[in-house]
């Protein structure tokens, strides 16, 4: 699986220790031994030879951070400290939750450094004990039900209606909301946004709201991405779509673009590859809404992901009071 992130490509693989030990070792002694303290002999031990092994690796093939998988048990989680904050733990923990899945696992588990358990609950994880310590460090018993997940067969998809190709006029900016809402409530597997100022009119509402945290919770690798020109104007106002980022800061992710990179678009939103919401002017609202439109969402898709990485994670929207 390959998730894009932060300015790289995250490329996640499954691998062993037969032919990856020396890749593995490296990562999590520089994370467990020199940063933490662990003692050598203990970062590996008797399960890693039959363990499942993942390796997150970025730009030039470079390995990232690592995880293992030992019966249902998650553990030796580690990302080397330069690329902390850029979704690696993300997406490690996404590839075990889709193979154990995959396994018919029921539920996974995992001690977690009591400062990571916050990283492990954005994912569904909740604490099962009391904490412990492990290697001299506090850590916390955690578990994750997988049967919460549904993992019936996709059915093949019915053929599309005729309607749903055709644009859909709007025309003010209750017809841009409206469209909105539909695009969200419809999407199932991913949805960009990318907006001028996330317009209050639009985006803080909370049928709107309802929709993006069903999407973003409703499965481990749903893709939720929220691009905003200028967040200055969300400073000291309550938004309800603001505070869901900041309770899903692990399912949802929200950026900032300079407010002097030239874009052609003011407003767009795509849901599932195939779901186009655009508008065309810069001062009110004209555009089109389209329930099947995989061409041109391709091509919105190619232009957002291009500001996506002109972006970057916004400190300050963390310590609105809003």
Not at 170 to 194: D, P
Not at 303 to 317: K, T
Request: glycine share 8%; proline share 5%.
């Amino acid at each position: 699986m390959t998730d894009a992130l932060d300015f790289f490509a995250i490329t996640v693989e499954q691998t062993d220790w037969r032919h990856s030990a020396a890749e593995l070792t490296n990562i999590r002694h520089q994370v467990f031994v020199v940063e933490q303290g662990v003692p050598e002999s203990e970062e590996v031990d008797d399960h890693d030879p039959t363990a499942r092994h993942w390796i997150a690796r970025g730009a030039g093939n470079r390995a990232l951070g690592t995880a293992r998988l030992v019966g249902n048990k998650v553990g030796r989680m580690a990302v080397l400290r330069e690329f902390r904050g850029h979704g690696v733990g993300g997406s490690l923990l996404r590839a075990i939750i889709e193979h154990a899945g995959r396994e018919g696992l029921d539920t996974l588990v995992l001690g977690a450094q009591t400062h990571a358990a916050p990283f492990y609950q954005g994912a569904g994880f909740r604490v099962a004990g009391l904490q412990f310590i492990d290697a001299g460090i506090p850590h916390l018993p955690m578990t994750l039900e997988l049967k919460r997940f549904d993992r019936r067969p996709v059915a093949a998809p019915p053929a599309v209606e005729a309607t749903h190709r055709a644009p859909v006029a709007v025309a003010s900016a209750a017809g841009f909301a409206g469209q909105a809402l539909a695009l969200a409530t419809a999407a199932e597997r991913s949805l960009r946004l990318f907006s001028d100022r996330l317009a209050p009119e639009i985006y803080d509402d909370a049928g709107f709201c309802t929709a993006v945290r069903r999407l973003a919770t409703r499965h481990p690798h749903t893709a939720t991405m929220i691009l905003v020109r200028d967040s200055r104007p969300l400073a000291g106002h309550s938004h309800r779509l603001v505070e869901l980022f900041l309770r899903l800061t692990s399912r949802i992710e929200l950026r900032r673009l300079d407010p002097e990179y030239h874009t052609e678009h003011s407003e767009f939103l795509i849901g599932d590859d195939a779901m186009v919401l655009c508008n065309q002017i810069q001062d009110g609202y004209r555009g089109h809404y389209w329930r099947h439109a995989p061409r041109e969402a391709r091509r919105l898709t190619a232009d957002f992901d291009a500001l996506w990485a002109a972006g970057a994670a916004d400190p300050a929207l963390r310590r609105l009071h809003i």
